[in-house]
């Protein structure tokens, strides 16, 4: 018999392992570490949404729904959708409930794409971008963000990229992992450059509701989604979903609106590989656009206390941290102490119980700076700070 | 000032300079703010909410329901505010529905808070009846709920 390592498809054994995983097992293994390395809310989902999924199992809703999911809830989403990012879709036609964002990008890969054509997105981003693009044998084109420029998605750093097989821009703003949002200036350029070239523009609005503007990040600042920017709708798949603004992780749900062609082709996947999101948290997300905006905007202020509890905390310490825009995350610039990524977040975990993300794990972009999360309580951040306090000191 | 009057409601304890990490601002700002509040009055005060249970305190609380005649001049106010002035009373609120005023009353036992509500409440003149209910258990006051037992159940790194 074959050893079972040949049996692996090629094209999933090029796929790095995740430089997170890595790192997970460490901090694993390990007792009283206060994590800033998490990727969701420390929030339980408010508890009027549970009570809707709740109310649904009790009343026996435990079939199958439509394919592109219940109509009600595809309502529901088209109505949010025009609210918050004035673009409209038809929730018969148009809108497709899946199992996360991530399945979402995974069906816009695999129904969009033929192997070899190009996508370009921005580096550092979230870990599952690259793979996703790989895993539908195409070919991921990253462009680094820098720090000094906050992260920014420069257009003309895109435009170099473009090439005869480019055929999708790949965008999400607020970034995790930076915070990063991107100035409407830059966003109109990039929509001017899939115009011209005629590509499809991915926009993963994730993190769309948690954003820090105005008085010390306390108001809520103004979003603008590429996919409304003109000229831009009938080529733009809208990704968005409930995990972070809603602190539903766990029911992992997601949608995406685009053109009904788009839709139709991502639908043929969807309902192979996967048939249906729950139905208990399709229920419960009607009932989070129904009501839940108050408790959103709740959980919004308290991240951005943290925010600036964090970011003071980080220029007393003398860490370098631009102020990120939007999402839960601050990337802090750690070069100034001769260290990596890697060795500054082992270092930290180490001798302070401290777990932050190296910022590698989201592309070789994010070296020199670390992820650290600051959807955690109070208390906890609070000696997290003390300990990395103490830590840069000895540095 | 909305995003302080958020963080006081929460957590009243914090330091003007704690206070002002969290809301971006200097101790100093934030000491100016907290004066304009004292000086409108918008500060009531500052208290602990305690679980009686977790402290073995055996204080009793009830709800009374209080029917009063309203005053020509000044509705019910003048009674509301004498009778919110005695000090077994924590709470009294001008109410719609069936019932006047909800007047919360506390003492160390059934018999005193009885007492109260015999001897002192339904003896002035203009109050025309009382409904006393006695409280048995809590599970929320004050936004806080009783046991809350929501454990961080996150993995320690995801991406």
Same mark, same amino acid.
């Given at each position: 018999m074959k050893p079972l390592e040949d049996r692996i498809a090629d094209h999933v054994k090029q796929i790095p392992r995740s430089g997170i995983r890595d790192f997970f097992e460490l901090v694993q293994g390990r007792d009283d570490v206060i994590s800033l390395?998490?990727?969701?809310?420390?929030?339980?989902?408010?508890w009027h949404i549970r009570e809707a999924a709740i109310f649904s199992l009790e009343k026996g809703q435990t079939s199958y729904t439509s394919n592109l999911g219940l109509l009600s809830l595809r309502e529901c989403i088209s109505d949010y959708v025009e609210g918050q990012f004035g673009v409209c879709y038809d929730a018969k036609s148009e809108v497709l409930v899946t199992v996360g964002v991530s399945e979402a990008l995974d069906l816009v890969c695999r129904a969009l794409l033929n192997p070899g054509d190009e996508v370009i997105y921005h580096e550092? !981003?979230?870990?599952?971008y690259n793979p996703s693009i790989a895993l539908a044998y195409a070919v991921a084109v990253g462009v680094q963000t820098k720090v000094e420029d906050e992260f920014v998605l420069k257009a003309e750093d895109v435009a170099a990229k473009i090439t005869d097989k480019t055929r999708m821009i790949l965008l999400n703003?607020?970034?995790?992992?930076?915070g990063a949002v991107e100035p409407v200036e830059e966003l109109e350029k990039i929509a001017q450059l899939a115009i011209d070239h005629d590509l499809l523009v991915v926009t993963d &609005?994730?993190?769309? &509701?948690?954003l820090y503007g105005g008085d010390s990040g306390m108001d809520r600042g103004e979003h603008i989604s590429?996919?409304?920017?003109?000229?831009m709708k009938q080529r733009t798949i809208l990704l968005h979903g409930f995990s972070k603004a809603f602190a539903?992780?766990?029911?992992?749900l997601g949608y995406s609106c685009a053109p009904n062609e788009l839709t139709e082709a991502m639908m043929k996947i969807h309902q192979y590989s996967?048939? !249906?999101?729950p139905i208990m948290s399709q229920n419960a997300a009607v009932e989070a656009l129904k009501n839940g905006a108050g408790e959103v905007e709740k959980m919004r202020r308290a991240y951005a206390r943290r925010r600036n509890l964090l970011l003071s905390r980080f220029e007393h310490m003398g860490v370098p941290c631009f102020s990120p825009g939007?999402?839960?995350y601050a990337f802090p610039d750690i070069r100034k102490f001769g260290l990596t990524s890697k060795e500054f977040a082992l270092r930290l975990l180490e001798e302070e119980n401290v777990a932050v993300v190296p =910022?590698?794990?989201? =592309?070789?972009?994010? &070296? =020199?700076c670390v992820r650290a999360c600051y959807a955690t309580a109070y208390d906890k951040l609070e000696i997290a700070l003390d300990r990395i306090a103490n830590f840069v000191k000895r540095l | 000032m909305d995003a302080l009057l958020e963080l006081l409601e929460k957590n009243?304890?914090?330091?003007t300079a704690e206070m002002g990490e969290r809301l971006g601002k200097t101790a100093t700002e934030v000491e100016a703010m907290l004066a304009k509040l004292d000086t409108d009055g918008a500060l009531l005060g500052f208290h602990a909410v305690i679980d009686r249970d977790k402290v073995g305190d055996v204080l009793v609380s009830a709800l009374i329901e209080v029917k009063l005649t309203p005053e020509r001049d000044g509705g019910f106010d003048r009674l509301a505010r004498r009778i919110a002035k005695? +000090?077994?009373?924590?709470s009294c609120y001008l109410m719609s529905g069936g019932y006047d005023l909800a007047v919360i009353v506390e003492g160390p036992d059934l018999r005193e808070v009885a007492q109260f509500v015999s001897e002192k409440l339904s003896t002035l +003149?203009?109050?025309?009846s009382t409904a006393t209910h006695f409280q048995?258990?809590?599970?929320?006051?004050s936004g806080f709920l009783a046991t809350d037992t929501h454990e961080d159940e996150r993995l320690p790194v995801t991406p």
């Open positions: 390395g998490v990727g969701e809310p420390d929030f339980a989902a408010p550092p !981003c979230y870990v599952s703003f607020p970034t995790n992992p930076t &609005e994730i993190y769309s &509701e948690l590429i996919a409304s920017l003109p000229g539903m992780t766990g029911f992992r996967m048939l !249906c999101a939007g999402a839960f =910022g590698d794990a989201f =592309g070789s972009a994010g &070296e =020199g | 009243a304890r914090l330091t005695f +000090d077994q009373v924590t +003149d203009g109050v025309v048995l258990k809590v599970y929320k006051q």
